[in-house]
């Protein structure tokens, strides 16, 4: 039997954005324990050419959102990237798993062979059959940026492991 669409990506999406929202708890509860500015966290980065820390927050939230809706034909909400706090950035975690909660399996299943075009960049664009988008594109960009925004806020020494990343700390 062949997997579905919808359950290669919605749920994932959904597990891994709960993920996402657990850490923030945690960079949440460690500023206050030491005593700093969460905002401090907001701006830092891996390296200079690399997003900041917020910026790594909006575009696992919009990999998320936008890949559904690409494959789904459902149009996506437009959100502001206004965010500047941690308890902002876990809003926008929750109004895009509010936005994948109105998805309809049926909207994803089947459309492996669909024709998906997204930008790349700024002035290009990328054809991908729905599947391949899904696997090769949409899923990957989307772990990426969970995966920065960890690895941003362990070398800022928010104790953080592998449950906190791949279960959000529940068994």
């Given at each position: 039997?062949?997997m579905?669409m919808?359950?290669a990506?919605?749920?994932?999406f959904r597990?891994?954005?709960?993920?996402l929202?657990h850490?923030l708890?945690?960079?949440?509860?460690?500023a206050?324990?030491?005593k700093?500015?969460p905002?401090?966290?907001?701006?830092?980065?891996?390296?200079p050419?690399?997003?900041?820390?917020?910026?790594?927050i909006?575009?696992?939230?919009?990999?998320?959102?936008?890949?559904?809706?690409?494959?789904?034909g459902?149009?996506?909400?437009?959100f502001e990237?206004?965010e500047?706090?941690?308890?902002?950035l876990?809003?926008?975690?929750?109004?895009t798993?509010?936005?994948?909660?109105t998805?309809?399996a049926e909207?994803?299943?089947?459309?492996?062979d669909k024709?998906?075009?997204?930008?790349?960049?700024?002035?290009k664009t990328?054809t991908?059959k729905?599947e391949?988008?899904?696997?090769?594109?949409?899923?990957p960009?989307?772990?990426?940026?969970?995966?920065t925004?960890?690895?941003?806020?362990r070398?800022?020494?928010?104790?953080?492991g592998?449950a906190?990343?791949?279960t959000?700390g529940?068994?």
């Open positions: 039997m062949t579905s919808s359950s990506s919605l749920p994932v597990a891994m954005l709960g993920n929202s850490i708890d945690k960079a949440q509860a460690h206050e324990a030491k700093f500015d905002a401090v966290l907001l701006n830092y980065r891996l390296a050419d690399m997003l900041p820390f917020t910026r790594q909006l575009v696992a939230c919009d990999a998320a959102k936008n890949g559904v809706a690409r494959i789904s459902v149009e996506a909400p437009k990237d206004t500047s706090t941690l308890p902002e876990k809003a926008r975690i929750q109004k798993l509010d936005y994948l909660a998805v309809p909207r994803l299943d089947g459309t492996e024709e998906i075009t997204f930008p790349v960049g700024r002035e990328r991908m729905a391949a988008y899904l696997k090769h594109w949409a899923l960009n989307f772990f990426f940026h969970i995966t925004a960890y690895a941003i806020l070398h800022n020494g928010v104790e953080l592998k906190d990343y791949l959000g529940r068994s």
